[in-house]
């Protein structure tokens, strides 16, 4: 029987930094829905329904870009990790401007808040591909 001292490869994620950075997309695409649905009818329902969707995204991504700092330092390979942690980054900073944006009446929210819903979405996504693919987990390619 032999036996190694090497540990074995991960490939992937941490399960909780996977939970919590797949959590962040889907809250940030209802936000952007939200908001066309308040831009299509004025219910006010669906802005503060944005809101709270930000709110949540927030915490998320917020959570998710704490796991990839501590990752960031723990991997081999750091430049495809720096440029996922970046990526996470913009998204929250933007996602806080759209939380301020949002703050404001309803009326005077439209339509900067649904362009940054939109574009806040599209950057969710594209950090959620990052974290999952195995060049953005610092995985070997």
């Known amino acids: 029987m032999t036996t190694t001292a090497a540990r074995p490869y991960r490939s992937g994620i941490h399960p909780l930094h996977g939970l919590l950075l797949s959590g962040s997309f889907p809250l940030f695409l209802g936000a952007a829905l939200s908001d066309y649905a308040y831009a299509t009818s004025y219910l006010v329902q669906w802005s503060t329904f944005a809101s709270w969707l930000i709110a949540g995204a927030l915490v998320f991504t ?20 720096a440029i996922y942690f970046g990526v996470l980054l913009v998204t929250w900073v933007i996602g806080f401007v759209n939380a301020l944006i949002h703050a404001r009446d309803v009326w005077a929210m439209m339509p900067t808040g649904l362009v940054l819903s939109v574009i806040v979405a599209v950057l969710a996504c594209v950090a959620t591909l990052l974290g999952f693919s195995r060049l953005g987990a610092g995985g070997r390619s």
């Open 62 to 81: 917020g959570f998710a870009m704490l796991c990839a700092l501590i990752g960031l330092f723990r991997a081999e390979h750091r430049a495809p990790y």
